[in-house]
């Protein structure tokens, strides 16, 4: 078998024009042409949904070449009408990759892939996939859930240019049958997150006859049928790469975070086989093509924090030597098909100015703060190599920094700048936050220094009332969706820690009170009563209120119990019991419960990553 597969690859050898006898190890490995009898049919041409009409005649230009990390040549590769990113001329990377001279060789060279068994990641039902253009909503709705994607989440993610892709939505409104399986998963990707941004009432106008949440039930199963038939976890199209963040966008807040973040991993692993770790241009793609791949690498980058923060971990990826350019300051419609040079980048603001910003944060970030840490060292704000001046210095330049760049240029009067104003004001007081922490993690709080206390919870009371803010601010209520995802868990959890300890000092009935706004405002506090980690907030509120009540039996006054203290009580009844969550176990007596010591509580449990709550 072994000698037969030897002379099929010197028949394709001698097809290329040359001569097996002549090519040396040492010619395989220093050769720019020889390298090319393991990258066969080298374009600079990008996934098939990335086409278009006018980039055609660019699959005519030679092959670019790029170095890879490790000094060898990379380049992309096609196979049927996708590309794939190699670093390295490895035999079993591009075995799906042939020239057309090599149709023959189709099950003999490289390794045959029915022949492994399959995974729990591939697609078992092919009738649901026979029958997914059954499931799109009418014309009229998708139209309308288009237009709403466009106001609501497009300027959250700016994924990909939005006249791009309106000629996709209005094919699966006319004919969804016609749609192909990557094109039918962004559609069910666009649905199903523009469902997660709307109101029951929005949603109920736009889809009568269906609830919200059976709309999310429904159309999330839909995305994933869709993304198995287009084989997310192996493929090489954009598009649908494009729709499974859509997906993990949607579900970060559905699903548990250990189940999200595996997935991100298989994004990334996508996202490093189309190469989108290495620039486009780089990689001679077109000009369209590169700002595009650029938008889909950093917001990629940003989700993969987003989930791990909740983990409390950080993605490898963060620190890994990728090259991938930021995106331009541009409009949509400031970039078209046939650009042959991107326009430079407005001076102000414009509809990827709210990812931009983001996206600031984890480039400057990514740049070693400090001579005494290792490169690419996230944990700077919160080492102890570094003093406290040198961290008030680096806060304080980069809230100048973001005020020059972002805030100078808001208008009262655009959502988008009043959403950037929040999440920036937000983002300079975690940066504040993340800076106290660690002595509030190595301590007990009883312990603490009066003045640092009182820093800590000024800055966690400021960062709980931005997340309000951001949710009772009608102007920005298409964006509350979003908004979620960046709740300040720490500064909760202390707040609610100092609400016991202050239970008898003046400032207590102000601290409820933010308490109780924060539960009516955050849904997933009164909403999830099952979570674990819900379950231990709710544990953490009832019994500092009974610490507040015995004070205010004490003192003979009558205070109307909140809100959240009534409805956790209730809820608590219910809860499951789940061993390895500390405070979940509800057996204990009720002088057991409430003799519980604040003082003595595993705050550890709560922190995450400083460079994660940079992002909150």
């Known amino acids: 078998m072994q000698s037969e597969r030897i002379e099929r690859l010197e028949q394709y050898i001698r097809s290329l024009g040359r001569d097996p006898d002549q090519v040396t190890q040492s010619a395989i490995s220093n050769s720019t042409t020889s390298n090319e009898l393991f990258v066969p049919n080298v374009l600079p041409t990008p996934c098939k949904s990335a086409k278009s009409q006018n980039i055609k005649d660019l699959r005519d230009r030679s092959p670019r070449m790029v170095c890879s990390r490790n000094g060898e040549q990379a380049r992309l590769v096609e196979h049927d009408e996708q590309t794939t990113y190699i670093d390295s001329p490895v035999w079993y990377s591009w075995s799906e990759a042939k020239p057309p001279a090599a149709k023959s060789l189709e099950s003999s060279v490289g390794p045959d892939c029915r022949g492994f068994c399959n995974t729990l990641l591939d697609a078992v039902n092919t009738e649901d996939v026979k029958t997914l253009y059954l499931r799109h909503p009418s014309a009229q709705e998708i139209d309308k859930l288009w237009n709403r994607y466009l106001i609501s989440v497009h300027p959250m993610t700016k994924l990909f240019f939005d006249w791009e892709k309106g000629p996709l939505l209005k094919r699966a409104a006319e004919n969804p049958q016609a749609l192909s399986k990557a094109e039918q998963a962004f559609a069910f990707a666009v649905y199903f997150i523009t469902i997660l941004s709307l109101s029951d009432k929005e949603c109920e106008h736009i889809i009568s006859g269906s609830g919200r949440p059976q709309l999310l039930d429904t159309f999330q199963a839909s995305v994933e049928t869709s993304l198995l038939a287009a084989e997310y976890f192996a493929t090489s199209d954009l598009l649908v790469l494009q729709a499974f963040l859509l997906y993990l966008l949607a579900i970060r807040n559905r699903a548990t975070p250990a189940t999200c973040f595996s997935l991100m991993g298989i994004a990334v692993r996508v996202a490093q086989r189309i190469g989108l770790h290495r620039d486009g241009s780089l990689l001679g793609l077109p000009i369209v093509l590169a700002e595009e791949r650029r938008r889909v690498w950093w917001q990629m980058q940003h989700i993969e924090i987003m989930i791990s923060q909740v983990l409390g971990c950080l993605s490898m990826t963060l620190y890994a030597g990728w090259d991938t350019k930021l995106p331009a300051n541009l409009d949509d419609n400031d970039i078209h098909p046939g650009l042959e040079a991107l326009p430079s980048g407005r001076s102000g603001l414009t509809s990827i100015s709210h990812c931009l910003w983001r996206y600031q944060v984890l480039y400057q970030q990514r740049k070693p703060r400090h001579p005494d840490l290792p490169p690419k060292d996230f ?47 937000a983002f300079i007081l975690a940066m504040k936050r993340i800076v106290h922490q ?21 800055d966690s009371i400021q960062s709980l009332e931005y997340y309000i803010l951001g949710q009772t601010t009608q102007s920005v209520a298409q964006f509350r969706w979003h908004n979620e995802s960046y709740f300040q868990w720490p500064a909760f959890v202390y707040v609610i820690i100092e609400a016991s300890h202050r239970a ?67 809820e608590l009844k219910f809860s499951v019991y789940i061993p390895e969550v500390p405070g979940t176990d509800l057996s204990e007596d009720t002088d057991n419960l409430m003799n519980f010591d604040f003082n003595m509580i595993d705050w550890s449990a709560w922190e995450q990553d400083g460079y994660v709550q940079v992002l909150d």
């Open 379 to 425: 944990a700077w704000l919160t080492s102890s190599q570094v003093s406290m001046a040198e961290k008030d210095a680096f806060i304080e330049q980069t809230e100048k920094t973001m005020g020059e760049m972002f805030v100078q240029h808001c208008k009262l009067l655009d959502p988008l700048h009043v959403s950037i104003q929040i999440g920036i004001g």
């Open 438 to 458: 660690p002595g509030v993690a190595n301590t007990k709080i009883l312990d603490l220094p009066e003045r640092e206390r009182e820093e800590f919870l000024k």
């Open 504 to 570: 008898t000092a003046p400032e207590a009935s102000s601290l409820w009170t933010l308490i109780d706004k924060v539960c009516s405002v955050h849904p997933k506090l009164t909403a999830a009563p099952e979570r674990p980690d819900i379950i231990a907030i709710e544990r953490l509120i009832v019994l500092a209120w009974h610490q507040r009540q015995q004070h205010l039996q004490m003192l003979q006054q009558q205070i109307e119990k909140p809100w959240c203290v009534t409805k956790m009580e209730e």
